[in-house]
């Protein structure tokens, strides 16, 4: 969690020291396991430690919608600290683990230290930034562009928490679960992937993503790092 502060902020020795603090119980979650739940009144927060989440939300007809992936070092529900209900669930898309945090000493380490309450905050802005480009993502871009966008996303975000090295990262999450964050079939996730490899910009092996043309992949996706608002964000 520090490191992720710390890269979207100037964290301080203090704001350091107040952060190592926090104390969480760890629990571990397997991908039928729903870490929070669309209605729950919250008392707690979570920050990722290993795995990938999401955020969803269910049509009245049942179908799913994932609206953002979180991986370690984020804190998906920050913003239930200030909200009494959660409006949508968060559920592992991997097996993970996370860190529960108390709401109430949250509270209290912000009242008492305003500049990580800063920090908190700039963290939820970030996460409403993203969520905006994956509104344009979904809404504006064709399916190769979509799936090329969210493949440069996760590589710079588990780049930054130092996860994945060369661009090639272990990314188990399915075929079905990038369908629901592109509003695309899984039929037409396959086929882009697919298309994606034959033009020489990724390679797969099971769970293992490779960028090999990175640059070429950017164009493909229109992607650009400013929405994530890293301080070591890179695109190349």
Avoid at 3 to 30: C, G, H, M, P, W
Avoid at 200 to 221: K, M, N, P, Q, Y
Wanted: net charge neutral; proline share 3%; charged share 25%.
């Amino acid at each position: 969690m520090v490191r992720k502060l710390q890269n979207i902020s100037d964290l301080t020795k203090s704001d350091i020291a107040v952060l190592e603090s926090i104390q969480f119980q760890i629990r571990d979650y397997q991908v039928d396991q729903d870490i929070a739940r669309e209605g729950d009144r919250p008392t707690h927060s979570f920050v990722v430690l290993d795995g990938v989440v999401g955020s969803t939300k269910l049509t009245g007809e049942g179908k799913r919608q994932v609206s953002s992936f979180f991986v370690p070092g984020d804190i998906p529900d920050l913003h239930g600290l200030h909200l009494s209900v959660l409006d949508c669930t968060f559920s592992p898309l991997t097996r993970v683990s996370v860190g529960i945090m108390r709401h109430d000493a949250l509270r209290a380490i912000c009242d008492q230290h305003p500049s990580v309450a800063t920090v908190f905050w700039r963290s939820t802005l970030i996460d409403a930034a993203i969520y905006r480009e994956w509104v344009t993502n979904v809404g504006r871009r064709d399916a190769y562009a979509r799936m090329a966008h969210i493949l440069c996303e996760l590589i710079v975000r588990l780049r930054s928490m130092e996860l994945i090295k060369d661009h090639v990262a272990e990314l188990p999450i399915t075929q079905a679960e990038l369908a629901d964050a592109l509003g695309l079939s899984t039929v037409h996730v396959n086929r882009t992937l697919q298309e994606l490899r034959r033009n020489g910009l990724i390679s797969t092996e099971s769970s293992r993503f490779h960028a090999v043309d990175w640059a070429g992949l950017i164009r493909a996706g229109d992607f650009d790092t400013t929405y994530l608002h890293q301080k070591n964000a890179r695109t190349l």
